[in-house]
């Protein structure tokens, strides 16, 4: 255990239930442009407003890069330096922190983040990452008289989220073994405890946690044979999940539809900006529902038009992203917002090159010309973000590690995002 690792005071947690106590892991902050933190209110992620004291005590606690230089990040340009072609380059960057960072047992979050990038092979003392994480960190749940394998909320972030990122859209099969508490148990237990809880309430649903159960559902249940009931007794058809979130995707992005539409220039915001990641992760979800094979209700014709849009949000967005942090760099340490801004980018532009380099392997929509260049743009601004994060160095801030776990989280979905295709 390295010193910046004692620092954090987490024992190794108890294969057979219980573990000790530890702060929750840090989930992606709702809105990308925001300049805050995120706190966990009733299981679940809230971004929190920022305050100028807040600030303030995160510069004087060593979140500047110059504290965040302790690692030896630093050196992570250097050694990618040989490397000729910049995509290359950057990808080596991301791998060398994730590599070096993501393997931490005590932080099932990263842990699946970091699964996410590497695939799963990725490793955790010589062991898989995947079964230590099904070993250590799921838990059991009685509904009705029956109990469920389940990963809590406050491990994984959203529900569901390692089932999709972690198992299954890393190609584990249902049928991959794990053991638990001494019993032998599959994936596709898993994926029966998480249809047997999932509750399905148009009117009380959360849909900014909904896109990980898309990606989860659609891997393991068929159009064609998309019904069952939950432990509650209710009948669910998935079919009509996917449609509530193509729904919820067009009703969250009619303002940014609007000024595509006119061909403005002037950075906007529309709801979806307050959805993981920018809505990148609901985007990703009904792509995967769309690759299996749904097609109701014209799906593949309204995610092209969100697929359009996503395309053409990469400058739109990257530029709302420069205003803020223009508009709040005179009133912050320059370093400190630095760090930030790049994270914003690091985020929306890697996110969303999971979904259009998703797209491009499974031919899921036809790109234009003039789509292609725009997204050529886009890559390089993203080359240009994980360059800088490299020259700089990011390590462990010494006295809160919530902004390091974002940038090392969104460095995990940008590596994802820049490989999915090889070469």
């Known amino acids: 255990m390295s010193e910046e690792d004692a620092n954090q005071v987490v024992q190794e947690p108890d294969p057979v239930g219980g573990r000790a106590a530890r702060s929750s892991p840090a989930s992606p902050s709702r809105r990308y442009p925001y300049l805050g933190h995120v706190e966990h209110e009733g299981g679940r992620a809230v971004a929190k407003a920022p305050t100028r004291r807040r600030f303030l005590r995160i510069t004087a606690a060593g979140l500047g890069l110059t504290a965040w230089k302790a690692l030896g990040l630093g050196q992570i340009e250097g050694l990618a330096a040989a490397v000729p072609d910049r995509l290359t380059r950057a990808r080596e960057i991301l791998k060398t922190m994730i590599l070096e960072h993501a393997r931490a047992k005590d932080n099932p979050w990263l842990m699946i983040h970091g699964i996410r990038a590497m695939g799963k092979g990725f490793s955790v003392g010589g062991g898989s990452a995947v079964d230590y994480l099904c070993s250590y960190y799921l838990r059991e749940k009685s509904v009705n008289g029956k109990a469920y394998l389940y990963m809590p909320i406050d491990d994984e972030g959203h529900t569901n989220a390692f089932l999709s990122e972690a198992a299954l859209d890393a190609g584990v099969t249902p049928d991959h073994p794990f053991r638990w508490k001494g019993r032998r148990y599959t994936i596709g237990d898993v994926v029966a405890g998480a249809k047997a809880m999932f509750a399905f309430d148009p009117a009380s649903l959360d849909r900014n946690d909904l896109a990980w159960s898309l990606i989860a559902f659609a891997h393991t249940t068929a159009p064609e044979h998309d019904r069952w009931v939950n432990a509650y007794g209710k009948p669910i058809r998935f079919s009509e999940v996917v449609e509530f979130g193509m729904a919820t995707l067009e009703e969250a992005t009619k303002l940014l539809r609007a000024a595509m539409r006119r061909g403005t220039t002037t950075p906007e915001t529309d709801a979806i900006h307050d959805f993981a990641c920018a809505g990148t992760h609901l985007i990703y979800g009904l792509a995967t529902c769309l690759r299996f094979g749904y097609r109701e209700r014209a799906l593949?014709?309204?995610?092209?038009?969100?697929?359009?849009?996503?395309?053409?949000?990469?400058?739109?967005?990257?530029?709302?992203?420069?205003?803020?942090?223009?508009?709040?760099?005179?009133?912050?340490?320059?370093?400190?917002?630095?760090?930030?801004?790049?994270?914003?980018?690091?985020?929306?532009?890697?996110?969303?090159?999971?979904?259009?380099?998703?797209?491009?392997?499974?031919?899921?929509?036809?790109?234009?010309?003039?789509?292609?260049?725009?997204?050529?743009?886009?890559?390089?601004?993203?080359?240009?973000?994980?360059?800088?994060?490299?020259?700089?160095?990011?390590?462990?801030?010494?006295?809160?590690?919530?902004?390091?776990?974002?940038?090392?989280?969104?460095?995990?979905?940008?590596?994802?995002?820049?490989?999915?295709?090889p070469g």
């Not at 508009?327 to 320059?334: C, D, L, T």
């Not at 380099?357 to 003039?370: I, Q």
């Not at 890559?379 to 360059?387: A, K, M, N, T, W």
């Open 300 to 421: 593949r014709e309204r995610m092209k038009l969100q697929f359009d849009l996503l395309v053409w949000r990469l400058e739109a967005d990257s530029r709302l992203i420069d205003r803020y942090y223009q508009e709040v760099a005179r009133q912050y340490p320059e370093d400190l917002t630095r760090i930030y801004r790049w994270d914003a980018k690091l985020k929306f532009l890697g996110h969303s090159f999971e979904v259009i380099n998703g797209a491009r392997l499974f031919r899921l929509f036809h790109r234009t010309p003039a789509q292609e260049e725009a997204i050529r743009r886009a890559q390089g601004e993203l080359v240009d973000v994980i360059e800088a994060i490299g020259r700089e160095g990011v390590g462990k801030p010494v006295g809160d590690r919530k902004l390091f776990n974002l940038v090392l989280g969104d460095a995990c979905h940008a590596y994802h995002g820049l490989t999915i295709i």
